[in-house]
């Protein structure tokens, strides 16, 4: 009797030591599988291009948006980027090639501001209203100085500019300084914060930094452009010039400073308002992300959370921060 007490005992421990252990493994397996939604990379300031800085990067304590005070980086960016040329905008005659513009952005697609385009711009866009360059000479009617800059390129264009190509230069800017403050270590919230669409909005409208300084902007107000029959190209690189914000970007075109990931996944272009970092669009191989989120972000075990920019015709980086951002 005391034997099979024993054996069955035994038995038992041996039931018990199996069960834990497979317990332990699938425990293990769901924090391996779920551990991608926890890990967090820092801000890496040495991304940072120095030569697009007007000041070393400094750590300054701010309020998030989410009423935290968190540690965060001071960037104070020249807004002028040192890895590619800026320009040109807008070509001087109708008979100019691509080489002599810069690109438009419309109905999700990227086109060529080429003397034809702007030729061609009462068929493109169906109105006969537009006539932006004389039918004798073709020579392109376009702003030329500053003040023609200041009273074009807002969103308040008078009759005298209808029909203008708008280029305001990097000479009528080069004082212009742009701050921000980005969380050293990001915050990921419950909900994402929709970004600010003019008065009374709450959100910043600022999407992010570029690795040379530059700030990944709101999208252009096109509407507003087009209304007044002008023409505001970005160059290559997707970035042009206002008074107010100096030189921008409105689309990722791969024009910029990128870090390439070891693994082939989309190469890193700069850093989101709220720390994340911010991704081309395409892999190494060129493949689209298909498992986004509503602000066009997903996580994996590399990278933690991150962004994936839309692409240039959209005139769109990402849709939301999904993490608290310095006010």
């Known amino acids: ?153 807002n969103p308040n264009v008078g009759v005298a500019y209808k029909n203008y190509c708008v280029e305001c230069l990097p000479s009528y800017v080069s004082t212009l300084t742009k701050t921000i403050y980005i969380p050293v270590k990001p915050i990921k919230l419950t909900s994402p914060i929709s970004f600010g669409a003019g008065p009374g909005s709450t959100g910043p409208s600022i999407r992010g930094i570029a690795f040379n300084g530059v700030i990944f902007d709101a999208p252009a107000p096109v509407n507003a452009i087009l209304g007044a029959y002008t023409l505001a190209p970005f160059d290559d690189a997707g970035g042009h010039i206002n008074m107010a914000a100096g030189y921008h970007y409105h689309a990722a075109t791969g024009m910029t400073t990128k870090k390439l990931q070891a693994d082939g996944h989309a190469a890193m272009i700069g850093y989101a308002l709220d720390g994340f970092g911010m991704y081309e669009r395409l892999s190494a191989s060129g493949a689209e992300y298909t498992d986004l989120d509503a602000s066009r972000g997903h996580s994996d075990a590399t990278r933690g959370y991150h962004y994936h920019v839309d692409k240039a015709g959209a005139n769109n980086f990402i849709n939301s921060l999904a993490g608290a951002y310095a006010n």
């Open 1 to 153: 009797m005391n034997v099979k007490k024993f054996q069955i005992n035994h038995f038992t421990v041996c039931l018990f030591i199996i069960t834990t252990f497979l317990s332990c493994s699938k425990s293990n397996e769901e924090d391996q599988i779920t551990d991608t939604n926890s890990i967090v990379v820092n801000v890496d300031p040495t991304n940072f291009l120095t030569a697009g800085l007007s000041e070393p990067i400094s750590i300054v304590s701010r309020t998030l948006s989410n009423g935290s005070t968190a540690d965060c980086y001071k960037i104070v960016s020249k807004n002028t980027p040192t890895d590619h040329a800026q320009g040109p905008w807008c070509p001087s005659n109708i008979s100019d090639d691509k080489s002599k513009g810069g690109i438009w952005l419309e109905g999700g697609n990227v086109y060529d501001v080429d003397g034809a385009f702007i030729q061609n711009l009462a068929t493109f866009y169906k109105n006969t209203t537009w006539q932006m360059y004389n039918t004798t000479t073709g020579a392109i009617t376009k702003t030329l100085t500053q003040e023609d800059c200041q009273a074009a390129a």
